[in-house]
């Protein structure tokens, strides 16, 4: 086998790969050699088939085996050789000539291919020493705690039937029947019977619940309602709807008493440790987002201290992966790039170099790990998949068994494990200084940042 590296542009290489037809025909001979005692043709004793026949019936399926394997062997030889990082799987080309394939295929002419690949860029790790973080740090207040408290209150409180004749008020649970239709024609998913609704509690399309206040036991209503653009049922969304309503049962709110006895119902001994629970969960909710923050401003930092060649396939399949983000964001919300302030040609430049700075920051946190010597271990993938699983209730067994049979779901879990000790360990590198703040300056920028925010730019500009 002869390897000629025949191009160097920047992070690609090409390379020339020939198989004399001679070295095919010796691939090709050995291995139906070593087929002779495994197969049984009718007419032969086993292990007395002669390799000319068994080249016959088998010779082009071996052949096809000996040429992948030179392919693979070649691949390892190119990369051995040379000492390079593949950034993705080397991309094979055959000759166009379907004669001159078939020649080789039979072992009477060299065959020649090239084989295709980027390499990962070489940088050294930049010093951080000159860092400085600020971490926001956000403690739950007494009042935060009590309106927590008042909410979990207010869901558990009773709710006991209205005298006959009374009129539905906001706050009441009303049971309904319902027939919704579009255009006179009923729809999938617009009927129900005995649903119950809290009026005021915007769980139903905008401006249904306000159109049944003042109802009683009996009464049809006709409620007219328009569905958001960015409903989640598509067919639906932006149509105006006509929904036929029956009130059977009217019930107003009483007061849940938030005592000890309360506290138990929520699990807890005493009203003091469900309070101190409470504030437990906000904390760590605050911890959480003031992580989010400090994460975003460490990656903003590695990124300006960077600045290496990217290999142009792993850009183009971050690329792939932020615009199907940002076309689907748009999609589910009923806008257009026009509606954004922009146009489609603008908007894939920005999030090209999204896609870009995702890949870089990708490269530069997989080279501090290594560097660092960093692993996650097996333990650790268990309990996250753990975690995962219990997300699907009623489904832990199927999806338990999908990540242990599925080495590419497991690598998921297991990718950001990774990153979050990456991050933790180039913390540590960094100066970092805590800023005690209240709750809406910690959350501030949340709708910008995080991934549930309103922008697609920012759904998308994250390394994670």
């Given at each position: 086998m002869q390897v000629t590296e025949i191009n160097t542009q920047g992070l690609k290489r090409e390379y020339q790969v020939l198989l004399a037809a001679q070295e095919l025909e010796e691939r090709l001979t050995s291995e139906l050699a070593g087929m002779k005692d495994k197969v049984?043709?009718?007419?032969?004793?086993?292990?007395?088939?002669?390799?000319?026949?068994?080249?016959?019936?088998?010779?082009?399926?071996?052949?096809?085996?000996?040429?992948?394997?030179?392919?693979?062997?070649?691949?390892?030889k190119i990369v051995s050789d040379n000492n390079l990082k593949l950034a993705l799987e080397p991309q094979i080309e055959f000759p166009s000539d379907q004669q001159e394939v078939e020649k080789a295929l039979d072992a009477k002419a060299d065959l020649a291919f090239k084989v295709a690949l980027e390499v990962m860029p070489s940088f050294e790790l930049a010093d951080l020493s000159d860092v400085s973080l600020t971490k926001l740090v956000a403690t739950p207040s007494d009042e935060?705690?009590?309106?927590?408290?008042?909410?979990?209150?207010?869901?558990?409180?009773?709710?006991?039937?209205?005298?006959?004749?009374?009129?539905?008020?906001?706050g009441d649970r009303v049971t309904i029947d319902f027939v919704g239709r579009i255009d006179g024609e009923e729809f999938q998913g617009g009927k129900g019977e005995g649903i119950d609704l809290e009026l005021g509690s915007n769980t139903f399309i905008p401006g249904f619940e306000d159109q049944l206040v003042g109802a009683k036991v009996g009464e049809q209503r006709l409620v007219k309602v328009?569905?958001?653009?960015?409903?989640?049922?598509?067919?639906?969304?932006?149509?105006?709807?006509?929904?036929?309503?029956?009130?059977t049962k009217i019930q107003q709110?009483?007061?849940?008493?938030?005592?000890?006895?309360?506290?138990?119902?929520?699990?807890?001994?005493?009203?003091a440790d469900l309070k101190d629970a409470i504030s437990k969960a906000i904390g760590s909710d605050y911890e959480a987002a003031s992580r989010r923050r400090l994460k975003k401003e460490l990656l903003d930092a590695l990124d300006g201290k960077y600045a290496f060649e990217l290999p142009p396939s792993l850009v183009a399949q971050?690329?792939?992966?932020?615009?199907?983000?940002?076309?689907?964001?748009?999609?589910?919300?009923?806008?257009?790039?026009?509606?954004?302030?922009?146009?489609?040609?603008?908007?894939?430049?920005?999030?090209?170099?999204?896609?870009?700075?995702?890949?870089?920051?990708?490269?530069?946190?997989?080279?501090?790990?290594?560097?660092?010597?960093?692993?996650?271990?097996?333990?650790?993938?268990?309990?996250a998949l753990i975690a995962r699983v219990r997300q699907f209730p009623g489904q832990e067994q199927q999806v338990w068994d999908f990540y242990r049979k599925n080495a590419q779901a497991l690598a998921e879990l297991r990718a950001p494990l990774f990153e979050e000790k990456v991050v933790d360990h180039v913390?540590?590198?960094?100066?970092?200084?805590?800023?005690?703040?209240?709750?809406?300056?910690?959350?501030?920028d949340d709708e910008e940042d995080d991934t549930t925010g309103d922008k697609p730019a920012e759904k998308a500009d994250s390394a994670d």
């Open positions: 049984q043709l009718k007419g032969f004793r086993p292990g007395k088939v002669p390799v000319a026949h068994l080249r016959k019936v088998y010779g082009r399926s071996v052949m096809a085996d000996v040429v992948q394997n030179a392919v693979n062997e070649a691949n390892r935060e705690v009590t309106e927590a408290l008042d909410r979990m209150a207010g869901q558990s409180r009773p709710f006991a039937d209205r005298e006959e004749g009374a009129a539905a008020e906001k328009t569905f958001p653009e960015g409903y989640g049922a598509e067919q639906l969304a932006g149509k105006d709807a006509e929904f036929d309503v029956t009130v709110p009483g007061e849940a008493k938030i005592d000890d006895e309360f506290a138990k119902t929520m699990g807890m001994d005493t009203l971050e690329f792939a992966a932020v615009w199907a983000q940002v076309e689907q964001d748009l999609k589910t919300r009923g806008k257009t790039f026009e509606d954004e302030g922009t146009d489609e040609e603008k908007a894939q430049a920005e999030y090209r170099k999204i896609a870009e700075r995702r890949v870089r920051l990708g490269l530069v946190l997989a080279q501090v790990g290594e560097s660092a010597d960093i692993k996650v271990s097996d333990e650790e993938v268990n309990q913390l540590g590198q960094v100066k970092v200084t805590e800023e005690p703040v209240a709750k809406d300056a910690l959350f501030a």
